[in-house]
Structures are given as structure tokens and as C-alpha cells.
């Protein structure tokens, strides 16, 4: 397993560059769409139920959490969303290096807990860890999966969970505004439960936020160049100025083929006065998986070499 460390680029300029050269996409010809949408809230976690092209996510169990066999449990829509352990590992490490010379807690929160795979190596890295998911049984199935890696004990004061729909967290909302879709899916977080998480959160400040947002499906990679606007649930720009409500620092797991003049766009926009964000490519078993977008003046200074794994 590795991470491409080698390729990751800094700086604006650095990126428009990355745009022209390396960024060719592979399009596995085994990719098909017989991916089946059915029962994507149902825990999958015995051999038996992985069954067509899901076989190949319960192959790759070990890269996910080196401790599946300890009891991890998943949903199905999780089993294709969750980042791979030694990516996560890789992440939190590089967050921490940009805090390492702070004395106080630190804080940081996963805006889309999932799992709990990042949520579990954030938990090697930092004090405090919120982790926020609109759907309960991914709440559970990070909680569950934390304590495989770390005891009841520590987990109840270093790992807050929080039901929220962040739908309701932009501010040009009207206040009578209800997401329909979600208040009628079963075991996603309501108006009333995200309203009470956001008011725990407007009390907060984040050393950093985290998030891997849904990318819209597997799918995803029939666009050549991803439009960062098919993020959910936010477009880029809105999400990344719903988290900085909240913080100074943002990491975001973004797909491999995202539209990099996309980003140059919105860190120009967004941080007018020091426009500027690492842009870092990840690998696993030498495959890009995804690039790891950081933004905020605690990324600036960093030196990557320095992530040790
Ligand atoms: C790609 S997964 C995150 C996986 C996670 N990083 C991990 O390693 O386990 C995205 C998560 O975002 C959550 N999500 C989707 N829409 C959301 C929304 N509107 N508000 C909050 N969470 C949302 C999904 O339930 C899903 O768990």
C-alpha cells in the first residue's frame, strides 16, 4: 500500500499545471452499471452477501480497516464510501503536522462520518473528534467501529456524534424551508435534530474540518473531468463556506478527476487575500483513489515530507 506523496502539488500555480499534465483518467473496463441500489442501509458485513461486482469490495475488507475481522460493521452504501484506512491514516497525520507546534486541545470534526474510517485515525491524532452524518445508522456504525480501535472508556469524552443534515446549516436558507426527501427517509436526521446539532456547533471552533461529501455514486468516474458542482449536498464553493462558519482550515477527499481550474476558481474566491490550497493526490496499491484538497493558513507553511506513517 502507498501513498503517491511524490505527486502532491501546492500552490495555484502548481495546480493549473497539474491540470495539463497528469491528470489522465483510467476508466477500468471492467466498470460496469449493474450496481445494484437496493437495501444501501442494510448492514452487509458476511461474505454471502456480496454477491456481482460487490465482491470486490468485501476482497478489499483489510484495506478499509485493518480490523475488520474484530466486528466492523457497514452498510451497504458504506462498503462503497468509506476512505481506505492507510488514506485516512495518511490525512489525519498531515493535519496534525499542520498543528503540531499547538499547545492546547485540538479539535478537529469529520463533516461526513460515514464508517468512521477517517473518524478512527483522527481519533489517533487528535483530543477531541466530532463526527456529523445525516443518517443514524451510519452514526452507529462509526461509533460501533470506533471502539473495535479504541476503548468505551476514552471514546465518551474524545468522540462526539452528531445527527445533521447540513442542509439546514446554510445560512441563505428560509427559515421555513423542510428537505422533504430526507424528513421522509427513515433513519435520516430531521429538522429538529440538526437544529439542536447546529446549536452545539455554533458554539464551537474547529482547529480543522475534514470531509469526504458524496461524490453522487460510483458513477462519478464516467465524467471525465468532475464537476465539483455535483458534490452533495452542497456545490463546492457553498460547502466550503458552510464549514469555514466553523473553522479556518478545511481538508476535503475530492475524486481523482475533479475539475482543478474548479478549485483555482473557488480559493480565489474564497480566500481573496492568501488564495491558496494543496492539492495532493492519493494512492492505494499504486491506483489513484482520490486527492486530498486542504485549504486554510495552517496548510501553508507545512512540510509533507514530514507525514510519517
Ligand atoms: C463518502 S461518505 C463518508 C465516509 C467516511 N469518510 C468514512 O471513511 O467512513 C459520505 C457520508 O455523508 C453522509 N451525508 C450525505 N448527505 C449528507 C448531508 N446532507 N448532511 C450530512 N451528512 C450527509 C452520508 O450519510 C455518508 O455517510
Request: aromatic share 12%; charged share 25%.
Amino acid at each position: 500500500m502507498s501513498i503517491c506523496k511524490e505527486n502532491a502539488v501546492a500552490g495555484v500555480d502548481a495546480v493549473v499545471e497539474n491540470t495539463n499534465g497528469d491528470t489522465k483518467l483510467q476508466v477500468p473496463n471492467s466498470f460496469d452499471n449493474h450496481y445494484d441500489n437496493n437495501d444501501m442501509n442494510e448492514i452487509f458485513n458476511e461474505e454471502h452477501q456480496f454477491t456481482g461486482i460487490m465482491k470486490k469490495y468485501w476482497n478489499q475488507r483489510h484495506d478499509l480497516f485493518s480490523k475488520y475481522d474484530e466486528g466492523v460493521i457497514l452498510t451497504k452504501e458504506l462498503w462503497f464510501s468509506v476512505t481506505p484506512e492507510i488514506i485516512s491514516k495518511y490525512t489525519a497525520k498531515l493535519i496534525e503536522l499542520a498543528f503540531r507546534d499547538k499547545k492546547d486541545p485540538l479539535y478537529v470534526m469529520d463533516a461526513f462520518a460515514g464508517g468512521g474510517g477517517n473518524v478512527n485515525q483522527f481519533l489517533e491524532c487528535f483530543d477531541v473528534v466530532f463526527g456529523v452524518d445525516i443518517n443514524h445508522t451510519h452514526l452507529e456504525c462509526t461509533e460501533k467501529n470506533a471502539r473495535i480501535y479504541f476503548p468505551k472508556e476514552q471514546l465518551s469524552s474524545r468522540l462526539k456524534l452528531l445527527p445533521l443534515n447540513w442542509v439546514y446549516s446554510d445560512p441563505s436558507l428560509p427559515e421555513d424551508f423542510v428537505d422533504e426527501q430526507a424528513e421522509s427517509t427513515e433513519g435520516y436526521s430531521t429538522k429538529r435534530e440538526s437544529l439542536e446539532s447546529l446549536e452545539i456547533l455554533h458554539h464551537m471552533k474547529f482547529d480543522c474540518i475534514f470531509g469526504s461529501p458524496p461524490w453522487g455514486g460510483p458513477e462519478y468516474i464516467n465524467e471525465k473531468i468532475y464537476d465539483l458542482n455535483h458534490l452533495l449536498p452542497f456545490t463546492l464553493p457553498k460547502l466550503l463556506s458552510v464549514l469555514l462558519q466553523y473553522t479556518d482550515n478545511v481538508a476535503l477527499f475530492l475524486p481523482k478527476n475533479s475539475n482543478l481550474y474548479q478549485l483555482q476558481r473557488v480559493t480565489t474566491m474564497l480566500f481573496p487575500d492568501k488564495s491558496y490550497h494543496r492539492v495532493l493526490k492519493t494512492c492505494l496499491h499504486g491506483r489513484p483513489k482520490g486527492l486530498l484538497v486542504c485549504w486554510g493558513p495552517a496548510f501553508v507553511n507545512i512540510d509533507i515530507s514530514k507525514v510519517e506513517l
